[in-house]
């Protein structure tokens, strides 16, 4: 699945973990263990790649992804925070849509390898950079557990002295074989349809793919379930610490619009999200800490 990256080892870390860079420089870290493989960059804390072995790429990455350290990388799993979407405070103020924390770069701060998998944590913190964009402390941790399946769990930590609200995302691109050939379940009964001014609608038992998707659905009682039938299985998403859950695909003419995204991207993908949108988001005290996890099987 990132084959197409034609990556260079340019340091090994152990047996399991090595730095390997593509052709313009750009550093990836490749984990390699008996149960899957993984890639990651320290832009963005951003897991790019998960395959289990002998099964299908869990994880999509546009083909024709942008890797210059000025916008989100297309595909993988982005970190919207501390806002989701494009606010109106952060279109008066002329801010990044989703917000600044899935275009810095993290620190890789912990690794843990077991016969069962690896743990692997990366951190970002306030700087004089993020206090310009949002005047606000914190320590931001992304904690992946990785086995046969993904378990990622962001931590925000309010490390200041007043209380602060965010919004945010983990916003996973699943990798599907055929849009044709695949539906969902386990979607909650209400949701609002972005494409339509915002539109309250109730949902389907079972969602096609087949239309633009733009959705908040409210947060699932239980696992949310891809059937991706031209690859014989089933994806199991079950969430925690939202308060919503976004379904994304930009269908023909939004994968078009996209220079990052082939033309035919959309076909082989769809954007489930652990979400927190509704407004003002979440509070957090001087102090406290919140997670927000999705885990993927």
Known sequence: MISHLKLKTIRTLNEHISIE?????????ILKHKKFDAAFSLYG???VHFQAKNAAPLIYLSKTAIYDSKKAIRGGVPICWPWFGNTEKSKQNGLASHGFARTSEWTLSTINITDLGIDIEFLLEASQQTKAIWPHDFNLTLKASLTDHIELTLVTE???DTPFNYSGALHTYLHIADHRQCTVTGLAANYTDSLQNNQAK????VLNIDRPIDSIYEKSDGAIVVNDDAYKRTIAVSNEGNDSVVVWNPWIEGAKAFADMPDDGYQTMLCIESAITADPGYSLKPGDSHALKTIIK
């Not at 860079?21 to 870290?29: A, P, S, T, Y």
């Not at 109730?202 to 038992?205: L, N, R």
């Open 21 to 29: 860079i593509d052709q313009n420089g750009f550093e990836f870290i």
């Open 45 to 47: 804390a951003h897991l």
């Open 158 to 160: 309010n490390t200041g």
């Open 202 to 205: 109730k949902s389907q038992q």
